[in-house]
């Protein structure tokens, strides 16, 4: 591993990251890039074989790397992109991302990790020395005034990174910055100068994440792992929707109306899904027509879109 390559996006409009992106997800992999400055992202898309990427925190996500590389160049050759370097957005089963609060926090970032790696330590079930470690600031402290320190965090184990990474260098291309899908999802949002609430639902065929994000402030991140079954599986996706909802109600004392939605189906296959008419559900991003659709359905461009947002 090169060095730390996982990194947090701005949830307002973040500098510095490639003007090209690629999702590895169970699906496949779907590519975009921007041909110019102020131009639109053009996208591509390659489908994998089942089983070619098991999404976790342990070593061994990848189970076909050459099919993966094979994937990623495909895709990216089809959108040409102007830098070798590329956002990688990789399954939010493959990180762990945490929202936490610190009396004191060092400003520095060589000083704010090693903090941070004690923090996580007990709440991870992998090496945290050896992991690959990002985070934002969300809002800062005082000591004057006795407040608190929030910062979003995600780590991701070092072998997982690794793998993610050494398939997009065998493709031909250098990762980056690396991005759990959600976050990137989050990205694609932060452009805006609403400060409205909004609550975010990103679904994979593995995972669904739930988020709350008010202007630039996180107030609610998570992740379940979903079962396969069909009827468990919606059960799970109602709950999981119901307790995001009721902490929206909880924090903010208004209830929420609209989910913004990205995932692996349609959003109205997914209100279909939450069967809760209270709750209008509003793609996140449009799916393009060309070569998307007809290799990974309806899968959405959220993260690569999201990934994009501020981009050199």
């Known amino acids: 591993m090169a060095g730390l390559k996982l990194a947090v996006p701005n949830l307002v409009v973040s500098g510095g990251r490639p003007a090209a992106a690629c999702e590895i997800s169970q699906a496949g992999v779907l590519a975009a890039a921007t041909p110019g400055a102020g131009q639109a992202a053009v996208y591509a898309a390659e489908s994998l074989a089942h089983g070619s990427v098991v999404p976790g925190l342990a070593e061994g996500n990848l189970t076909n790397p050459g099919v993966v590389t094979a994937a990623l160049k495909a895709a990216l050759g089809q959108v040409q992109p102007r830098v070798k370097a590329v956002t990688v957005v990789v399954p939010d089963s493959a990180v762990r991302v945490f929202v936490l609060d610190f009396d004191t926090m060092p400003t520095r970032a060589d000083e704010a990790l090693p903090v941070l790696r004690f923090r996580l330590r007990k709440s991870v079930p992998f090496d945290v020395e050896h992991a690959g470690i990002s985070y934002q600031v969300l809002s800062e402290g005082s000591a004057r ?168």
């Open 145 to 312: 005034l006795e407040t608190q320190w929030k910062v979003l965090a995600a780590v991701i184990p070092g072998p997982v990174l690794a793998e993610y990474e050494a398939v997009v260098r065998a493709a031909g291309y250098e990762p980056g910055v690396v991005l759990p899908a959600s976050l990137a999802v989050l990205a694609a949002i932060g452009g805006t100068d609403s400060h409205e609430a909004v609550l975010v639902i990103h679904l994979s065929q593995q995972a669904l994440t739930t988020s709350i994000v008010s202007g630039n402030d996180i107030l609610l991140y998570r992740t379940v792992e979903l079962p396969q079954e069909t009827g468990l599986r919606q059960v799970e996706v109602q709950r999981a929707v119901a307790v995001a909802a009721a902490f929206y109600e909880d924090q903010l004392h208004v209830r929420a109306r609209r989910i913004l939605y990205s995932g692996v189906v349609t959003a109205r296959e997914f209100a279909a899904l939450v069967q809760d008419e209270d709750l209008e559900v509003v793609e996140l991003a449009g799916r393009p027509d060309v070569g998307f659709a007809s290799s990974l359905g309806n899968h959405s461009v959220a993260a690569v879109t999201g990934a994009l947002v501020g981009t050199n």
